[in-house]
């Protein structure tokens, strides 16, 4: 999962060097909401559900879940820390976890999902949250 989000990073990279924190953040978006709708990121968001679930799992990997969690929070906060409303940390946990709420259910849904729809209203309603 690291790894996703590594290349995740990467993928916008160079996209967002220069842009204002509305158009890095929706890009930033965009891509992760990507990255999950691929079929073969489902398979490995699965597996890290089924290894989260186990609490002994969880104490033996915590440094690599500590590591995903911060260079999350390291993606956001430097895109929020150039946003005067926004609380960085506060915002960046709250993306963080509702990202994680969307991608547990849509790991357990049938097909019709509508992971496209949710990610267009979740998008404008951070960007209305934050006056973008």
Do not use: T, W
Not at 40 to 51: I, M, R
Not at 52 to 69: A, G, H, N, T, V
Not at 98 to 116: K, Q, T, V
């Amino acid at each position: 999962m690291a790894e996703i989000i590594n290349e995740v990073g990467d993928n916008i990279e160079g996209i967002n060097e220069g842009q204002p924190p509305k158009e890095r953040l929706v890009n930033l978006l965009e891509h992760i909401f990507l990255s999950m709708s691929s079929a073969e990121q489902k398979l490995y968001y699965q597996f890290d559900f089924q290894v989260l679930s186990q609490s002994s799992m969880r104490i033996i990997l915590k440094d690599l879940l500590d590591e995903r969690y911060q260079l999350m929070m390291d993606s956001f906060q430097s895109i929020l820390s150039d946003v005067p409303s926004a609380n960085s940390v506060v915002d960046s946990h709250m993306l963080i976890a509702e990202i994680d709420g969307i991608a547990l259910n849509y790991l357990f849904a049938e097909d019709d999902y509508p992971l496209d729809e949710i990610k267009e209203r979740f998008i404008n309603k951070y960007l209305l949250l934050l006056g973008l």
